[in-house]
């Protein structure tokens, strides 16, 4: 043994550990290689006599715990590889035992590489040690996979969030229980240094052992340095032992936790039942769900998304907990984005850091979303940008620009659906945020090199001065607009006129201020400024900074901010219901906002009590009954509010202007008592001219006149059966659009009414188009085809073609565009809040450019039918194989295919002749109409089409304009609809010898049977050859 220099015949085996003196006698041997064993344990004096070797290798074992007596008695060792053992770790001065070392390698699965190792490197470059390469970092993951010999010492380090390389819990997933039964949790971890410990909680209350209550917890234990371990068992479990049990590590660095949800089932355990939930957050199917039990539901993910969730990836889910009484809980939706569009942009600005460099950018893009806020949809739309104002406030005294874009954005909210501000008001005081961020503008933008700010929006505007209040003389302000051209002055309020509902303004009808000094005379009656209304004054009086108190005043004269605000209506107001009871003596009198409000306030100095009040005048937008002044009171910063109308005095009040007093500053309004409160017109909810519906119902009772006609007289009129079923269907379609649109158009406050209102209008006007263009397709084939010369032998005419193909077009294709357009997002038929249709961008590909290519064919068979009716045929009655030039054994193959015509849904016409179109114009036998020519119906279907989509086009400028062009469009749509009502009832009816001899006989006849006069009149000469009658007799 003493000659022995190598040892290898020790590796590969199940080894498991190392005694002491375990290579006693071997003094001479140079290299010993231990791998691949199993070796766990490695005591102290273990390579005592090994005085010569060299090379020593111990990896790929389970060695976790290495100090410096584990390698005394190897002075001569040069080489030592330690890798692929389960030590996280080395302790200082753990080689020190080996003075001649010169590479070492111990890389391993969990080597972490932070603070406890940072005394390796210097050391290794003091006894110029090398550390192979093949030592990499496994944790932390910011240096995983990297030599630890290539790092730095400032990267060794413990901070951040704390990573372990083992932790598990065992059960790790829900477990389901009954009532006394006994289950064991096992949780084991890494171990870092002496101070790791692991700690038991359930919902989130510390665990300690009782075994009267059933729970042991046993001591934790550590394994090879490397692992700690705790075992907790509940013996008898009861119904305290649902929730969530938690195992937590805790370390110097930090803690780190792992959680297991139990549920236990009582002896009748109940169930909670299958629910389907939908908000803004997506459309949810919770499932019958157990009693104690939390669901989940993966979340709608939308792709190209950038918007980050909170609380996890784009893998989190919704949940929601039964309760041990079988009821749902309320769901937790936080982790889902938001299914509207607008939502989710609004949600990623308030997400996004703001400093000074990006507020004003930021800013601007805002405001072009609120600027299509009448179509908001979700309260959250205004809560986000409530908060997304209130956070340019802060950079408003280093950007003045922002001014005017915070007061734009507040005017274009005030646009929004009432029921969503009081939704946003009621969820997060948004309401009152944004009223709130509009008052502190002056104080925060105004300065010794800015006194002066002025901004004017739709419906709000802005006046604030920097003045010395030593120096003040008082102030009066008049907010006012210009008149829309061609209005008079009585519709805007005059003397004597009623006041119209809540005005809706002009992009050019802007709130304005004009302010003077002093004391002037104004009357909102006689404002002087040519072609505009005044809407409200207010007259601050010369005391007003005077009335404090010499204890109170200070030393010296400070500027002081002194700020008016008018907004255009009191929606930004929102206390309960949006209706106070200033006054009110019971529950009946509730009261709404009647005129603008109008703000005055101070910043930087204090104002008293008033020894003269401030004066207002207020114009009128809304009638009511029994005016009470009020002012708006803040319960605190950002709380609700309220109208008081304590403090303010109403001093007169005529039909349309009112005119209080105010002892102190604030918002100020008159409150009336409302029958209904009023919407903006074409808000949400608001019906139609007057003009549409009477216009509507005579064009509906014409159509449906037409309808029954032919029903009941089918077998007397002469037209072919493809024109009967034309005319039936494109009649039904046209009376589906226009009653749809009347009734429906304007039921934004039932969503699903309006969701299937804008998909019914989606199909009829698709179908009416498509049976107008099948119609024309047929007339054009008729004008444009040529009988071919007979030939004796020829085969049989062949079988009519069914008329099933025309409705899988003209009802088909509709169908299937509505259906994937409904499919994609239901939401496409509601997002447009003013009226029931499809929101703009789906419209484009699901409905607009449908139209126009359907508009173009049917236009180029109208341009090819016309030519062909002013062409060298239509003027050569002789030319073509007409049906007039026809032989015997022609028209015997024509009457035999006529008698061979099948049910309802077959091409085969009615009637063999072609009235005036079977001499002069060559056609298809059975397409013919026996009372009017190709010329009279193709002129016919031109007049309806157009008059179609006249009717069609002021209707849809009638919901979407406002005011004047609202009038005037829904006049025009009147206009249009009456026409194309009376004109399809006159030529298809009225018009008809075959429809008014049906009518006046009493009962329909049948239509090949000779003694009917009329048709026989119509039909020509080719009548009386006597075959009506015999297919009549057949």
């Not at 290495?66 to 080395?90: A, Y």
Request: glycine share 8%; aromatic share 8%; proline share 6%.
């Amino acid at each position: 043994w003493h000659l022995l220099l190598s040892l290898r015949l020790l590796s590969n085996n199940k080894i498991t550990a190392l005694r002491n003196g375990s290579f006693l006698g071997l003094s001479l041997l140079e290299k010993l290689d231990l791998r691949n064993n199993v070796i766990s344990t490695v005591q102290p004096g273990t390579f005592l006599g090994l005085g010569e070797l060299r090379r020593l290798d111990l990896s790929n074992n389970r060695i976790g715990c290495l100090s410096s007596e584990t390698f005394q008695g190897l002075p001569r060792l040069l080489r030592l590889n330690i890798s692929g053992n389960i030590f996280s770790s080395l302790q200082p001065g753990v080689f020190d035992e080996l003075p001649s070392l010169k590479v070492v390698d111990f890389g391993t699965e969990f080597l972490t590489c932070d603070c406890h190792l940072r005394w390796l490197l210097p050391w290794a470059r003091n006894r110029s040690l090398q550390l192979s390469e093949r030592t990499l970092c496994a944790y932390p993951s910011v240096l995983h996979a990297q030599a630890l010999g290539g790092l730095r010492e400032a990267q060794l380090c413990c901070e951040g969030a704390l990573e372990l390389h083992t932790h598990h819990l065992i059960p790790s997933l829900r477990q389901v229980v009954f009532q006394g039964d006994r289950l064991p949790f096992q949780c084991s971890a890494s171990y870092l240094s002496n101070d790791t410990r692991i700690h038991w909680y359930h919902n989130r209350a510390p665990v300690e052992g009782n075994e009267q209550a059933g729970i042991l917890l046993a001591e934790s234990l550590v394994h090879d340095c490397t692992f700690i371990t705790s075992e907790l068992t509940l013996s008898h479990i009861g119904v305290w032992a649902s929730g969530e049990w938690e195992c937590s590590v805790s370390t110097v660095q930090g803690n780190a936790s792992k959680k297991v949800e139990i549920v236990v089932l009582e002896t009748s355990a109940s169930y909670c039942p299958a629910e389907r939930v939908a908000n803004n957050r997506g459309d949810f199917r919770w499932p019958r769900t157990l009693a104690g039990i939390t669901a989940y539901q993966s979340c709608l993910q939308y792709p190209f998304t950038s918007v980050p969730l909170s609380g996890g990836g784009p893998g989190t889910r919704a949940s929601r907990r039964c309760d041990r009484a079988g009821r749902w809980e309320p769901g937790d939706y936080s982790h889902c984005l938001y299914t509207n569009d607008i939502t989710r942009v609004l949600y990623t600005f308030v997400l996004m850091p703001i400093n000074a460099s990006n507020a004003l950018t930021l800013a601007h893009q805002l405001r072009v979303y609120t600027a299509e806020a009448a179509s908001f949809s979700d309260m959250m739309d205004v809560v986000y940008v409530a908060q997304m104002i209130q956070k340019f406030l802060g950079y408003i005294d280093q950007i003045k620009e922002l001014v005017e874009v915070m007061v734009d954005m507040a005017s274009n909210l005030m646009m929004v659906d009432e029921h969503l501000l009081w939704l946003a008001q009621r969820e997060d005081k948004a309401c009152s945020r944004i009223v709130g961020a509009l008052e502190r503008i002056g104080g925060a933008a105004l300065s010794p090199h800015a006194q002066h700010i002025s901004v004017s929006a739709r419906n709000v505007a802005l006046e604030a001065y920097l003045i010395k209040p030593h120096s003040y003389v008082g102030l009066t302000c008049t907010a006012f607009q210009r008149r829309e051209i061609g209005v008079p002055s009585a519709q805007l309020g005059g003397p004597g006129h009623s006041p119209p509902s809540e005005p809706e303004p002009l992009a050019d009808q802007q709130l304005r201020f004009r302010c003077t000094t002093g004391r002037p005379n104004i009357s909102l009656s006689s404002f002087h400024i040519k072609n505009s209304v005044a809407l409200a004054s207010i007259q601050l009086p010369p005391s007003l900074f005077s009335s404090l108190p010499a204890a109170l005043a200070p030393p010296g004269p400070p500027d002081c901010t002194l700020q008016l605000l008018v907004f255009r209506n009191g929606r930004l107001f929102r206390s309960h219901g949006n209706a106070s009871r200033p006054g009110g003596t019971g529950p009946s009198k509730r009261r709404g906002v009647a005129t603008p409000v109008i703000f005055a306030g101070t910043s930087g100095c204090v104002v008293g009590n008033l020894t003269e009040p401030v004066a207002v005048s207020l114009r009128h937008w809304a009638e009511g009954s029994e005016p009470v002044a009020a002012w708006w009171s803040q319960e605190g910063p950002g709380g609700p509010g309220g109208w008081n109308s304590e403090g303010c005095q109403l001093r007169s009040s005529q039909p349309n202007v009112s005119s209080l007093h105010c002892q102190h500053l604030g918002n100020v309004a008159v409150l009336m008592e409302l029958s209904a409160f009023p919407r903006e017109v074409g808000g949400s909810g608001a019906g139609l001219h007057p003009v549409v519906y009477p216009c509507t119902a005579l064009l509906l009772l014409c159509l449906f006149s037409t309808i029954i006609t032919y029903i009941l007289n089918h077998s007397s009129i002469h037209v072919s059966r493809k024109g009967w079923h034309m005319l039936l269907n494109l009649c039904f379609h046209m009376a589906m659009t226009s009653a749809v649109f009347a009734g429906g158009i304007t039921l934004t406050n039932y969503q699903m009414v309006c969701q299937a209102v804008g998909i019914t209008l989606h199909y009829s006007s698709l179908s009416t188009l498509l049976w107008m263009g099948v119609k024309a397709r047929i007339l054009h084939k008729e004008l444009t085809w040529r009988a071919p010369p007979p030939h004796e032998g020829d085969p049989a005419p062949p079988a009519p073609r069914p008329m099933l193909r025309f409705y899988l077009i003209a009802g088909g294709i509709p169908l299937i565009i509505c259906g994937i357009t409904a499919a994609v997002n239901i939401h496409n038929y509601r997002d447009h809040s003013p009226y029931c249709w499809l929101v703009w961008r789906p419209s484009l590909g699901a409905f607009y450019i449908p139209v126009a290519l359907i508009l173009l064919i049917t236009w180029i068979y109208f341009l090819s039918a016309g030519m062909r009716l002013r062409g060298p045929l239509a003027r050569n009655p002789k030319a073509g194989n007409s049906r007039a030039s026809l032989e015997h054994g022609e028209e015997l193959r024509a009457s035999a295919r006529f008698r061979s015509s099948g049910p309802l849904l077959n091409d085969a016409g009615s009637l063999l002749a072609t009235g005036s179109a079977g001499v002069g114009t060559p056609g298809f036998p059975e397409d013919g109409d026996s009372l009017y020519s190709p010329g009279a119906r193709l002129g016919a279907l031109v007049t309806t089409h157009f008059l179609y989509l006249a009717m069609w086009a002021c209707g849809a400028l009638a919901v979407s304009q406002r005011w004047l062009p609202r009038v005037v469009c829904s006049c025009l749509y009147g206009v249009a609809a009456s026409a194309l009502g009376l004109f399809v009832f006159s030529h298809h009816c009225a018009r008809r010898r075959d429809v008014r001899a049906s009518c006046l006989n009493g009962a329909p006849r049948g239509k090949y049977d000779d003694s009917s006069t009329t048709g026989t009149e119509a039909a020509g000469g080719c009548m009386k050859t006597g075959l009506w009658k015999s297919e009549t007799t057949v």
